[in-house]
């Protein structure tokens, strides 16, 4: 059965925005500025679309105390408008009810232990020691290794790969494609053999996912060496990403697509890491430190705040007379440091 569509009236009241309106207007789906029709909720939260305010034919838009003056349409004025949008926009989210039970196709070992309310679709494979607790969802052809946890209310969307010792919280929601628990690149060298070669360092650890964390698509996160590699909880991931062994990442932060973290790296509370950064090991980034797309983190950063580097993009032909420059700045900082001083007045 389609639930009843909501008014504006509906979602002032339920998540606490200002309506000015039409409180009795049907509200059909969710879209963007320039996009939206006569039924839909557009918002605006990016001044850089304010201009598309004016010539926006959406029903309602969810927007600021300061461009409430200027909305053509009814609105809803938010305090933060692009969270309302979120919110209200996951009521008209689209994902198929998943049914309780086992799929014949399914491959579960003895010794596992489903709960009767999970989700197990086709052709999962699911090993002993196995815990899949009540209301998990597992997709298709998602592969569970020996002593892993599935928490409740978590969902594996399809082709996730729990290796071993994986322990995923409630409502965790992995993309995918994304593998948990993989070796990580432990390696040690002999250079007293006859033949000098490197040698794997096994890996021991786990690792360990908290509460309302998501994992985006063909993420990787290695399993620690000795102890386990943590995500705190609610901490959210993007595609592409790999977190190293014996990472911790701290509650509520959240990294872009193409980020890397390399070994046991220490990641802060309500960190942001832009898509392709990188974070290089053994390093701890403070609480609420914001790191830009792109950068190279090289030491560890022990205050909040926005940190970058990099060189940013520039004509093609100006970029190569730098580059040649660049090679000669050791030279010009001797000469500058040997030329004589002048003499103070």
Request: glycine content about 12%; some cysteine.
């Amino acid at each position: 059965m389609t639930p009843p569509q909501p008014t504006l009236g509906d979602l002032a009241e339920r998540f606490g925005l200002v309506l000015r309106g039409d409180p009795a207007r049907p509200i059909t789906g969710v879209a963007t500025l320039a996009g939206a029709g006569a039924g839909e909720l557009a918002f605006l939260a990016n001044p850089r679309y304010r201009a598309q305010l004016a010539g926006s034919r959406a029903g309602a838009v969810v927007l600021g105390e300061a461009d409430a003056a200027e909305c053509p349409a009814d609105c809803l004025v938010a305090a933060d408008p692009y969270l309302a949008f979120a919110r209200i926009a996951a009521l008209f989210e689209r994902r198929p009810a998943a049914v309780p039970g086992i799929h014949p196709s399914a491959d579960i070992a003895p010794g596992a232990r489903i709960s009767p309310g999970a989700s197990v679709a086709a052709f999962c494979s699911i090993a002993d020691g196995v815990v899949v607790e009540e209301g998990a969802v597992l997709g298709p052809h998602c592969i569970v290794g020996p002593r892993c946890r599935v928490g409740a209310q978590s969902r594996l969307v399809a082709r996730v790969t729990l290796m071993q010792d994986v322990a995923i919280g409630k409502r965790v929601l992995i993309h995918p494609g994304a593998v948990l628990g993989a070796d990580g690149f432990g390696l040690a060298f002999d250079r007293s053999a006859d033949e000098p070669h490197w040698e794997k360092v096994p890996q021991l650890g786990g690792v360990v996912v908290g509460d309302d964390c998501e994992i985006g698509a063909n993420t990787t996160i290695d399993r620690g060496a000795l102890g386990d590699t943590v995500l705190e909880h609610d901490v959210r991931l993007d595609n592409q990403i790999q977190i190293a062994h014996n990472v911790h990442i701290g509650a509520h932060s959240a990294l872009a697509g193409c980020a890397a973290v390399a070994g046991s790296a220490r990641i802060g509370r309500y960190c942001l890491i832009g898509g392709g950064a990188g974070i290089l090991g053994h390093l701890s980034l403070a609480d609420r430190v914001t790191v830009t797309a792109m950068s190279l983190v090289t030491h560890s950063l022990r205050e909040a705040g926005e940190y970058s580097s990099g060189t940013p993009i520039q004509p093609n032909r100006q970029w190569r007379r730098n580059a040649a420059r660049f090679r000669h700045l050791d030279e010009i900082a001797r000469r500058i440091g040997a030329a004589p001083k002048e003499s103070e007045p």
